[in-house]
């Protein structure tokens, strides 16, 4: 039995082992070479208990064209590194040898969950440049059908994240949500997915009996639709003790700081179905409060401007009553 020799030994090209070390090392955690910037400087380096873990970029989440370096202290993620620049298209090239119109449809496959935003942008710059006035009806048009490609974009997200947690139930109701609308474009686009629909002045054609029919059936039970599927994630308590964190407690600290006298600002997003965020109640009970020259018995007990005094308060500690409905993100 021979003995084995290690890669930097001066093995054999034809050892299997040598070229297996070398690809892996292209897509090693830490980069082969010196610190660039004080953020890699930081970042590359491990505190206690910490590990890097390297995600992509051919990952199911990141569907090959994201490349994530995660550190982690267990199973808490306490920074990231997003390596771009594994997807690139030539969209700039492919645009340079094409006119105004041709164009327009490199840039549908830029974004191809909400196409429609994409055409958008160009179609704009290219009215402005040549100083041309839309129609009324075809901004009407470019809203209707963009407002329904952002519903279905944003149902989807929400469906592909809680698959990322773990839940299959919300991409599937995703899917058929999307299906409606995707229906009910193709109906006056002419596509499902990379619609080519907005033109420079306007739009390629007008609405139809097909798409309006197809969107008053959509629109009379939407609302019920997107309200449970959104239920079906605000009242899952794995969902939402995974979802619920930091960034809880600096959206309220963001609201309270801009002065806004609305309950709304000072609310937890995520806490209005399960009880309030400990984060923001302990901060708010050991908090320091100013000496009253009141005695407290002989002044009636009232809330205050940051208070909240419904359940679903950030600052409450009661659980929201079971016949509440949660409301929409």
């Known amino acids: 039995m021979t003995a084995t020799k290690h890669p930097g030994q001066h093995a054999s090209a034809d050892d299997p082992r040598v070229m297996l070390d070398e690809q892996i090392g292209i897509f090693e955690p830490i980069p ?24 992509g970029p051919q990952h199911p989440s990141t569907h090959g064209v994201l490349r994530v370096v995660l550190k982690i202290r267990g199973e808490q993620v306490v920074d990231l590194d997003p390596v771009l620049g594994y997807l690139h ?29 994409m055409e958008w942008a160009p179609v704009m710059a290219f009215e402005k440049l040549l100083d041309v006035r839309v129609p009324r009806r075809a901004e009407y048009i470019r809203v209707l059908t963009g407002e329904l490609n952002r519903v279905m974009s944003h149902v989807m997200f929400v469906g592909w994240m809680a698959l990322d947690l773990g839940g299959l139930t919300p991409i599937l109701w995703g899917f058929i949500e999307r299906d409606e609308i995707v229906e009910m474009l193709a109906a006056v686009t002419g596509q499902r997915m990379l619609f080519n ?23 009379s039970h939407a609302t019920s639709q997107l309200e449970s599927e959104l239920t079906l994630l605000n009242e899952n308590e794995i969902f939402v003790r995974r979802m619920r964190g930091p960034t809880c407690c600096a959206w309220t600290r963001s609201g309270r700081a801009s002065g806004s006298s609305t309950s709304a600002s000072t609310r937890c997003p995520t806490a209005r179905s399960w009880p309030s965020c400990r984060d923001c109640s302990d901060r708010d009970r050991v908090g320091p409060t100013p000496p009253s020259r009141v005695p407290a018995a002989s002044t009636p007990r009232t809330p205050s401007a940051t208070a909240r005094t419904s359940p679903s308060g950030c600052g409450s500690t009661t659980r929201a009553s079971s016949t509440s409905r949660p409301s929409a993100w």
């Not at 910037?37 to 910490?50: I, W």
């Not at 629909?197 to 629109?219: A, E, K, P, Q």
């Open 32 to 55: 082969p070479y010196p610190p660039r910037t004080e953020r890699e400087a930081e970042f590359y380096t491990l505190g206690d208990g910490e590990m890097f873990i390297n995600i």
């Open 197 to 219: 629909y907005f033109r420079i002045g306007g739009v390629n054609g007008d609405l139809n009996h097909d798409f309006m029919s197809r969107l008053g059936r959509w629109m």
């Open 89 to 117: 298209r030539g969209v700039e090239k492919l645009c340079e040898n094409a006119d105004y119109h041709q164009a327009i449809c490199y840039t549908d496959p830029l974004e191809y969950v909400s196409s429609l935003f």
